[in-house]
């Protein structure tokens, strides 16, 4: 027979009335007790940072920087603070801009980089619900029961019905810091989805102004390429005209030619590569691959000023994202350490189990002889661990040592990235300067020689020659002129520039200013996927 139905029956009916409302009586004071802390905002939050906690607190490791860049006495390299928010706006090119724009809005990479940050966020907030009663459920049954009649003791009636409705409360109590080292790895984990947000943005902006740079480099290129076979097939003309007339030998022909096929053959080379720029920067815009010929249209390779202002070496540090989001993917595993350090320690929890119970629904709350429960600690010590608890501290620290490795690395690499970006720079405009002067050289010796074999004073060899090599100076020239424009591009990706962007309001991003405040906390607004 239940409870609820020796009560009813009035089987000791007095003493388990009293007992039942002393410990309800005490389970409120317990709870009352215990109120404060679970609801007192301010007070669990300081408790939460202040208490103790295993592990070790977490400090950023040593990293190598140099001092100075190898190239810091160049007049073409200024150590002042960069304007890297729109660092695009140096080419003075609108359609960059419209494109820049477009991506950061459509670009389904960085979309996807948003969902990690919320995502993170929703993780960070299950952290915290951990530091309240980790298990509070309600429970309800019923069961029409039929005893034995047959067993040694036969209970004084068979049949009878249980109604019990009950609410059930476990709290783990953080004695050790476990839940709050949890706290602090998705704080940490939370900080390094937003630096792989603004990390997405500083490649999406290079991705996309690289891609432009070389859709307009070979356009370029075909320009040469086209102007070199109109003049080619003039000169064809001409050996075929000649060789009539009996003045020109059938070798001048073949040379003029073979030229003439040589330059046609790089047409469709540099078709291609710009049809798969396009197709690039379509992806890169968050849409299918389409012709961009009538939006893009005719225009000339991307130029920007000779000289770039990089700042100082420390600040690739402070400005990378890749850099700030390993040192917080590092800060993560720090606390992992404690979290596996507390389970060498006892689990100390507070259990709960409160209801009522009776044979008839109606009774369920209409006497205090219908309440139940049971309220009390509890502790719970794995000591027979055969050795497992600390191997898995060791393991979290292991990982620990292995992404600090990763993080000195990451700040080495970006380094390395600057001065290589640095480098490229000056020393493509370097190139580009000895390029220009030598096709129009090229250029200015075709126009000599093919005056010269029309009037017969030349033979057609010196004609192929100089075709050939204004041919090849002037695609040079060409490439010459993108490379330059992308080592731009890699010199501000490598310096950590363009995530500022997500920091502005919309009217300042139009307007290209970059005076907004920086704030750790604000939503990315850029690409963000959208609430339900």
């Not at 607190?57 to 200024?78: G, T």
Request: glycine share 6%.
């Amino acid at each position: 027979m239940s409870t609820a139905a020796r009560i009813k029956n009035g089987h000791r009916a007095r003493p388990l009335q009293s007992r039942w409302v002393l410990l309800f009586r005490r389970a409120v004071l317990i709870a009352a007790g215990l109120l404060p802390l679970a609801l007192g905002g301010c007070r669990l939050q300081e408790w939460a940072h202040n208490g103790y906690k295993v592990g070790p607190n977490y400090l950023r490791p040593a990293v190598a920087v140099s001092s100075e860049w190898i190239d810091y006495e160049d007049d073409r390299v200024s150590t002042d603070r960069p304007n890297l928010a729109t660092w695009w706006t140096v080419f003075n090119d609108p359609t960059i801009d419209e494109l820049v724009r477009t991506a950061l809005q459509q670009n389904l990479d960085l979309r996807g980089a948003g969902a990690r940050i919320m995502e993170a966020r929703y993780r960070r907030q299950i952290a915290v619900g951990s530091l309240f009663p980790q298990q509070q459920f309600l429970s309800g049954s019923y069961a029409a029961i039929k005893q034995s009649g047959s067993s040694a003791f036969t209970p004084p009636r068979l049949w009878f019905d249980n109604w019990d409705n009950a609410l059930n409360v476990s709290w783990e109590l953080d004695f050790w810091g476990r839940y709050r080292r949890s706290i602090e790895s998705a704080d940490a984990i939370l900080d390094a989805s937003v630096e792989n947000f603004d990390n997405v943005i500083v490649l999406l902006l290079a991705e996309v102004c690289s891609s432009y740079v070389e859709y307009r480099s070979f356009q370029q290129r075909l320009v040469y390429a086209h102007n070199n076979v109109t003049a080619q097939e003039k000169s064809l003309d001409m050996a075929q005209n000649r060789l009539k007339e009996g003045v020109a030998t059938r070798r001048d022909v073949e040379q003029a030619r073979t030229i003439l096929e040589q330059t046609r053959a790089l047409i469709p080379a540099f078709e291609l590569g710009k049809r798969v720029a396009a197709n690039r920067l379509c992806v890169l815009l968050g849409g299918p691959p389409r012709d961009l010929e009538s939006e893009l249209g005719e225009a000339p390779i991307p130029e920007a000023a000779p000289e770039v202002a990089v700042g100082i070496p420390a600040d690739l540090v402070r400005r990378r994202p890749d850099v700030r989001q390993a040192e917080r993917e590092l800060a993560a595993q720090s606390a992992q350490i404690g979290i596996a350090a507390s389970d060498l320690y006892p689990h100390i929890t507070l259990n709960g189990n409160f209801g009522v119970a009776a044979e008839k629904f109606g009774d369920l709350f209409d006497s205090p002889r219908s309440l139940a429960g049971a309220v009390g600690p509890a502790f719970r010590w794995d000591v027979l661990n055969y050795g497992r608890l600390l191997s898995n501290v060791r393991v979290q620290d292991a990982r620990f040592q292995q992404l600090a490795y990763a993080y000195q690395q990451t700040v080495l690499d970006a380094g390395r990235e600057a001065e290589d970006g640095i480098t490229s720079f000056l020393r493509n405009q370097e190139r580009l300067k000895s390029l220009t002067a030598c096709a129009d050289a090229a250029k200015n010796t075709r126009e000599i020689t093919f005056k010269q074999y029309s009037e017969g004073a030349a033979d057609f060899t010196a004609v192929f020659i100089a075709e050939a090599e204004l041919a090849t100076r002037q695609d040079q020239m060409a490439a010459s002129q993108g490379d330059v424009a992308l080592s731009l591009i890699s010199l501000y990706r490598a310096l950590g520039g363009g995530w500022e962007i997500r920091l502005m309001n919309p009217s300042a991003t139009a307007a290209g200013d970059s005076d907004a405040t920086e704030s750790r906390e604000s939503v990315p607004a850029i690409a963000t996927p959208e609430q339900p």
